[in-house]
C-alpha cells in the first residue's frame, strides 16, 4: 500500500499553507484537490483583505499558493473523492479517479476540503441550475450583459458579488429576508451608492420560473405575505455555506451544521487527524484564516508525526521495553521521574522516561491516565504489567 507522512485533503489556501509548512518541515506530503487549486476563491473576483496583497483576483491567489507549495516540491493529486478510515491505529484515505480506486495509509491527514454555498431550496431552483440559476458571480456574470438579474442574500459575499455584477448587468436587485443586510459597513454602503443595485428587503424567493432559461421570480414579503413578481435573466444564490466534510462525515465530531470540531491545534476528535479552514467550525471563513489554520495544522501534525515515530521505535517495535510514565504537571511525580533517570543512569538501564500529560492521547489510549507514575513493562507493543512508583523507595524495587 502507498505511505505518506502527510495526506491533505483540499488545495484552497488552508491546504496549501499546510502543504508549504509541512514540505518546510520536512514532511513527505501528498496534497489531493478534485478540483481547481485555490478552492472557493476561484470563484472571487477581487480579495482586497489579504495583508499584502492589496489586490487580486481569485484565481491568481490560487495559482501563487499552488506556485509558493511546488517550490518545496510538493506532490499533488488529482482525485473524483476521498473517504478517510481507521483500520486499527492506521488511517487510510482511500481515492477514487473515475472507476480506478486507490488506499494511501497516513501518518497524519489534514481535512482542509473548505466549504459551498448552500442552495435556496425553492420552487424551480433545481430545474434551472445552469441556466440562469448560479453559485458563482465571477464565472457567469459575462452571460448577463445589459440584462436585469437578482442576488438572493444579504452577508458580505452576496453585497461583494452584486456590486460586482453590476459590471456587467444592467440592474442588480439584491433580495434579504431582513430589513438591513448583515455585510461589512464598507461593502453595504458601496452597494447602496451603487445606482444600479436596488435592495429588496424583508423578501424571500418563493419561485423560479422560465420555459429553459430563467424569465422570472415570485417573491414573498415575509411582514405582509405579499407576493409579487420580479422579472429576470438569472438569479445569483449566496445564502449561506455547508462544509464538504463528506471524507470524514460520521468519523469525527462534529457540531449542528456538520461544522468540524477542532482543537487550536487543529485536532479533531481522532487521533491523527486534523481539520484546518472553512470545513471546521470557526467565527470567520476568510482566506487569511484558512491559511493561518494550515500553517498551525502542518505544525502540529508534524509534532504529533514525530511523537509517532518515537513512540513506534521505543515503546512499540522492540520485543520488550520498560518505561516510565509520569505528569508534568505534578510536582511529586517530576521529583519521581528525576529520581528515576538518575538510579536509570547509575545503573546503566535504559528505561524511557514518557510525560504522560504532554503525551495524553497516548497515555490514554494505554490506559495509564489513572496510574501515573508508573513504570510500564510492553512485550511486542502490548503492555504487560503496570507498577506504579508511590514514592522514591519504590523505585529501587520496581527496577531491581
Known sequence: MEKHELVIIGAGPAGMSAAIYGRRAGLDVLVLE?????????????????????????????DMLKNHAMKFNTEFRMI???????????????TKKGQETSEIEAEAVIVATGA?????????EAEHIGQGVSFCATCDAM?????????????????????????????VYIIHRRDEFRADRSAIEQALSNPKIVPVYNTVVEKIEGNGMVE???????????????????VFMFVGQEPDNDCVKGLVETE???????????????????????????????VITAASDGAVAAMAASSYINEQLHFRSTLFEPDFVAA?????????????????????????????????????????????????????????????????????????????
Not at 43 to 50: A, K, P
Not at 81 to 94: A, C, M, P, T, W
Open 34 to 62: 478534485r478540483g481547481a487549486t485555490g478552492g472557493q476563491i476561484n470563484s472571487t473576483d477581487e480579495i482586497e483583505n489579504y495583508p499584502g496583497i492589496a489586490h487580486a483576483t481569485g484565481p491568481e491567489i490560487g
Open 80 to 94: 473524483d473523492n476521498s473517504k478517510v478510515e481507521l483500520r486499527g491505529d492506521k488511517k487510510i484515505v482511500i
Open 116 to 124: 459551498h454555498f448552500r442552495r435556496l431550496g425553492c420552487d424551480g
Open 143 to 171: 452571460f448577463y450583459e445589459d440584462l436585469e438579474v437578482a442576488v438572493v442574500g444579504g452577508g458580505n459575499t452576496a453585497i461583494e458579488e452584486g456590486n460586482y455584477l453590476t459590471k456587467f448587468a444592467s440592474k
Open 216 to 234: 422570472n421570480l415570485v417573491l414573498k414579503n415575509v411582514k405582509t405575505s405579499e407576493t409579487s413578481n420580479l422579472p429576470v435573466a438569472g
Open 256 to 286: 449542528k451544521g456538520g461544522w468540524i470540531i477542532t482543537n487550536d491545534r487543529m485536532e479533531t476528535s481522532v487521533e491523527g487527524i486534523f481539520a484546518a479552514g472553512d470545513v471546521r467550525s470557526k467565527y470567520l471563513r476568510q
Open 324 to 400: 516510565l510514565f509520569y505528569s508534568s504537571i505534578d510536582a511529586v511525580q517530576v521529583r519521581l521521574a528525576d529520581r528515576v533517570e538518575k538510579f536509570t543512569k547509575s545503573h546503566g538501564l535504559n528505561i524511557p522516561v514518557i510525560d504522560g500529560y504532554k503525551n495524553a492521547r497516548m497515555t490514554e489510549k494505554l490506559g495509564l491516565l489513572e496510574k501515573m507514575p508508573a513504570i510500564v513493562t510492553l512485550r511486542k507493543g502490548v503492555v504487560e504489567k503496570v507498577s506504579p512508583l508511590k514514592d522514591e523507595a519504590d523505585i529501587a524495587s520496581t527496577l531491581a
